[in-house]
């Protein structure tokens, strides 16, 4: 197997761990992110002034010589497939796609083929320069399989490791479009009483709880407060629907990301997204708000209505801003045309 060997000298004042020293000043050409220079010291690729170091506590001092053996990126198990992908922006780094309705991100056991990577293995070809010693896209985010929208990939550490940070942070801005059942909107005095809410200036709706698993259906997440991951979502009305208001079109921006986040958040406030089979429950719409015609859209929408529609980071190389937006898709679109929104 063909290998590199990536050479340099402990500048002064380093951080007294072996892994943060290198992590500070390995070359930024050898692309080395933290989590592949602490798998490379334990697989012993790593000599401090000739001799192999597995313990990343390692005490370093400035001056030292080391020297990374790196094995070229071997190939993955997972199948490249030809798969057409909307592809919005395209690099030597990344990839940002706009995702369909009914395809899974990542492979799992359940569906190990015909997913986001699949299709991004054979998209990218070489160009993917290796993700953790394996040639295949890094995935910092997802969406779920029926949710539609972008979607950023790295093609390398470096690319990877900033993109994760970044999200890790919650520096990356993702805004999102949903129908949701009713208009959450500060004059309804039932959403003021309801634990966790709160509306902030403009009619933004403000949604701040844990989230972990249901108790008795681990496919779920469920609201908490005494437990779990901190989550916080905001949402605004862009338009109500009906007459009076049976539905509407929201923004929704969240400040961390967490699995469902916007789903579960509009369900725990009473404004369930249309078409959500986990966390929709059994609603129906007013036909005299609506009409029948926005009553049948509605009992027909066979996803939760939901599209990530705005994705902005700093490029994880570069450093410049990068944002991109996604139209609403078309059976969205339709739907609050016939719920008599004006798009």
């Known amino acids: 197997m063909a290998t590199s060997l990536v050479s340099f000298v402990i500048a002064e004042d380093p951080p007294a761990r072996l892994d943060k020293a290198l992590s500070r000043d390995v070359p930024a050409e050898a692309d080395l992110s933290r989590s592949r220079l602490a798998k490379l010291i334990e697989e012993g690729a790593v000599k401090v002034a000739g001799e192999v170091v597995t313990n990343p506590r390692f005490k370093v001092a400035g001056g030292e010589e080391i020297e990374i053996t790196v094995e070229a990126a071997v190939e993955t198990d997972i199948v490249a ?32 083929n015909g997913t986001v990577v699949n299709a991004l293995m054979f998209h990218c070809g070489e160009s993917l320069s290796g993700i953790g010693g394996e040639k295949r896209p890094g995935i910092v985010h997802r969406i779920d399989k029926d949710t539609t929208g972008l979607l950023v990939a790295a093609k390398n550490d470096k690319a990877h490791h900033g993109l994760a940070a970044q ?48 108790k008795t259906d681990r496919q779920r997440q469920a609201v908490s407060f005494e437990q779990g991951r901190h989550a916080v979502t905001r949402a605004r009305i862009i338009e109500s629907l009906g007459e009076p208001a049976s539905a509407a079109l929201i923004e929704c921006w969240l400040e961390t990301g967490r699995t469902h986040q916007i789903r579960v958040h509009m369900s725990h406030v009473g404004h369930s997204l249309i078409g959500d089979p986990v966390y929709g429950g059994k609603r129906k719409l007013n036909a005299k708000a609506v009409g029948e015609a926005g009553v049948e859209a509605a009992g027909r929408f066979d996803r939760q209505a939901l599209h990530a529609a705005t994705l902005g980071f700093d490029h994880p190389v570069t450093g410049e801003w990068m944002e991109f937006e996604s139209e609403l898709p078309d059976d969205m679109a339709e739907l609050v ?7």
């Open 81 to 112: 497939e030809d798969i057409p992908l909307s592809v919005v922006y395209e690099d030597d780094d990344l990839i940002v796609i706009d995702k369909p309705a009914g395809m899974v991100v990542h492979p799992a056991p359940g569906t190990p």
């Open 167 to 214: 999200f890790e942070k919650h520096s990356v801005e993702r805004r999102y479009l949903a129908v949701c059942y009713g208009a959450p909107d500060q004059n309804d005095p039932r959403i003021h009483g309801i634990r966790g809410t709160n509306f902030e200036a403009g009619n933004i709706l403000k949604i701040q709880t844990f989230l972990g698993r249901h």
């Open 337 to 343: 045309s016939a719920l008599g929104g004006s798009l």
